[in-house]
């Protein structure tokens, strides 16, 4: 067997192997982004991975939640600490930064992009 079958080979096995992570959501907050095209939604959650304890997510879902992308967990304490944050972030330092001609922060396609 030579190493392209070989890598195949492990391949295979990897996808007969995956399942996919449990998770329950237990409820769903709001819709931060909502994506017409692809049916995806940027949603804001409460959400238990596997045998963890549920916690505030952030991530893409597809049309049924029946998938996800990568995203990010806060537990209760982060949550506090990132809602004190958002109270007082002043969102003209946002402006400011992403000031410019190639600026589309606001672009739920595009996501953020630093004005070069």
């Known amino acids: 067997?030579?190493?392209?079958?070989?890598?195949?080979?492990?391949?295979?096995?990897?996808t007969e192997d995956f399942k996919p992570m449990e998770r329950i959501v237990r409820a769903e907050l709001a819709t931060l982004r909502d994506n017409q095209k692809s049916g995806w939604k940027r949603m804001v959650t409460v959400t238990?991975?596997?045998?963890?304890?549920?916690?505030?997510?952030?991530?893409?879902?597809?049309?049924?939640?029946?998938?996800?992308?990568?995203?990010?967990?806060?537990?209760?304490?982060?949550?506090?600490?990132l809602r004190n944050i958002l109270s007082i972030l002043?969102?003209?330092?946002i402006d400011d930064y992403f000031q410019g001609p190639e600026a589309n922060y606001d672009n739920g396609e595009?996501?953020?992009k630093k004005a070069v």
């Open 1 to 14: 067997m030579n190493n392209e079958e070989n890598r195949n080979e492990g391949q295979d096995n990897k």
């Open 110 to 112: 595009e996501g953020l």
């Open 90 to 93: 002043d969102l003209q330092i």
């Open 48 to 81: 238990k991975w596997g045998t963890g304890k549920f916690k505030l997510d952030i991530r893409d879902w597809n049309a049924d939640m029946s998938r996800s992308s990568k995203g990010m967990t806060f537990t209760r304490s982060e949550t506090e600490k």
